[in-house]
């Protein structure tokens, strides 16, 4: 059997089915109202606390070295920890907060004073 080139035409292509077009409505867009997930992370507070050994002077030091603060205002956190027992020389994220206790350690061992600070979450 002999085929033949097929005489049927072929359909024209059918344009897409679109949604009629709408007024524009000038652009607004409105972003959903989410509760927020994520929360900030918890800070923690490097505090001195005052023993009756160490000298003033070396407290002042360590507080500019390791807190980066100005002998002024060491001084005025030195006096503070002389006189109310404790106070706080920085806030910082966990991690660093920690090496800042590690590295106030170190420095008074190596001095051989009983300087002693402590870490704990900002309320
Ligand atoms: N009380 C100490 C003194 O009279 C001084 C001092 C201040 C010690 C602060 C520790 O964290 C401290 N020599």
Do not use: W
């Not at 607004?28 to 606390?49: A, G, W």
């Amino acid at each position: 059997m002999i085929f033949m080139a097929s005489k049927t035409p072929t359909p024209a292509p059918v344009a897409p089915r679109t949604r009629p077009k709408e007024a524009d409505d000038g652009g607004d867009v409105v972003l959903e109202r989410r509760t927020q997930k994520t929360k900030p992370p918890q800070m923690y507070q490097v505090v001195m606390l005052n023993d009756d050994y160490t000298p003033m002077e070396f407290v002042v030091v360590v507080i500019q070295e390791f807190f980066n603060k100005d002998r002024e205002t060491a001084t005025q956190i030195m006096l503070k920890i002389h006189l109310d027992g404790k106070a706080i020389c920085g806030v910082y994220s966990r991690d660093v907060a920690a090496t800042k206790v590690d590295q106030v350690q170190e420095a008074a061992r190596q001095a051989g004073h009983p300087l002693q600070c402590v870490s704990e979450p900002v309320e």
